[in-house]
């Protein structure tokens, strides 16, 4: 079978290895679509600090079951699926409390452990999460992003009746803001980009920003009036815009810190403990997190189809990130098409 092998960064290798066969407890899976993410490009650059090369990459995904190995019940060959991508010990104080998304052993496929850049890949029942049928294999593979946003917005409580902005319109950001959106929240996003602050209006999130143009605190009192907002999420990993959720939440907020920050911001830590203010981390998600994503997207109360940029073939993976890297924020969401 094919494998897309990432030697060392900005280096993509295409090469033939064994397919694997399913045990007992696996399913095999024959992968359809793999979506490329912030996290991917980061590996490739080189600036991802817990991903030794060479990796196979691939985490967010759709298949269909290709086979299943012995005492597999709740999936059958033929079905729709995508699945979480965590490795865990289950042995930890994180683990044995619940939390094994933060688990102290914790690797990811993709990252830590081989990923599914390759046509066939093996994986545990207990990580397979069905997908509808109707589920196209690109919604299948936005799965896995529409469940970092619904783990990040639980971090923050609840959404019904909240003023909540949204730092950053990329496809994080975006999905994030449909999910607290469908929470019930008011919400306002803003960018630098005009472009993805428009795929934000088609995806029904009408109330957007520029922040080239428009500063937050004009932006929420436009949107929120005098109330302001209570809630942010920083999905840009910039140390500009959490400054400017520090400067302008209102205070005793909470700020989710989504972005994944390629340098060490500094941050007005006197406003936090001034303004009494809450900063949240969060990481991944947990299964149950998939299984809401699929019921939003599936309810059409998280949309997909507007972040869809471009295809590439497997044997044009390499391709992919330099379109992205070309597109910048002119793109959205790049496919990889088995």
């Known amino acids: 079978m094919r ?46 600090p817990f991903t030794p090369y060479p990796v196979v990459q691939g985490h967010e995904f759709s298949a269909v079951v290709e086979a299943v190995g012995a005492n597999v019940a709740r999936v059958k060959v033929g079905d729709k699926v995508t699945a979480t991508p ?21 690797r990811v496929r993709g990252f830590q452990a081989p990923g599914c850049a390759q046509d066939l890949f093996v994986t545990e029942e207990a990580k397979i999460v069905p997908l509808p049928a109707s589920f196209t294999f690109e919604q299948g593979a936005l799965v896995e992003p529409v469940a970092v946003g619904v783990h990040s917005v639980a971090r923050a409580g609840g959404m019904n009746g909240r003023n909540v902005a949204v730092l950053g319109a990329g496809p994080i950001g975006n999905l994030l803001a449909q999910v607290a959106q469908a929470g019930g929240a008011r919400t306002l996003v803003t960018d630098v980009s005009d472009f993805r602050l428009d795929v934000a ?28 907002f209570d809630i942010a999420f920083e999905c840009a990993g910039v140390e500009e815009t959490i400054n400017a959720a520090i400067g302008t939440i209102q205070k005793g907020g909470t700020i989710v810190l989504v972005g994944v920050y390629g340098d060490r911001p500094k941050l007005d830590i006197g406003l936090v403990q001034d303004r009494e203010l809450n ?21 059409g109360r998280v949309i997909t189809a507007p972040l869809d940029s471009r295809h590439f073939a497997f044997e044009q993976y390499p391709g992919a990130y330099r379109f992205i890297d070309q597109a910048g924020d002119q793109g959205m969401k790049v496919f990889i098409d088995l």
Do not use: W
């Open 3 to 48: 494998q897309a092998t990432m030697t060392a960064p900005g280096v993509i290798e295409i090469g033939e290895a064994p397919a694997p066969s399913p045990k007992a407890g696996e399913v095999l899976l024959r992968v359809q679509r793999i979506g490329v993410c912030g996290s991917d490009v980061h590996v490739y650059h080189g600036k991802h």
């Open 86 to 106: 965590q490795e865990v010990c289950g042995a930890c104080r994180p683990c044995l409390r619940g939390d094994y998304h933060i688990c102290d052993a914790l």
């Open 279 to 299: 900063l949240v981390g969060t990481l991944m998600y947990k299964y149950e997190d998939f299984t809401r994503a699929v019921e939003l997207m599936a309810a």
């Open 201 to 228: 209006r088609r995806c029904g999130l009408e109330a957007t920003s520029n922040a080239r143009t428009e500063t937050l605190a004009a932006a929420a009192s436009r949107v929120f009036g005098s109330d302001g």
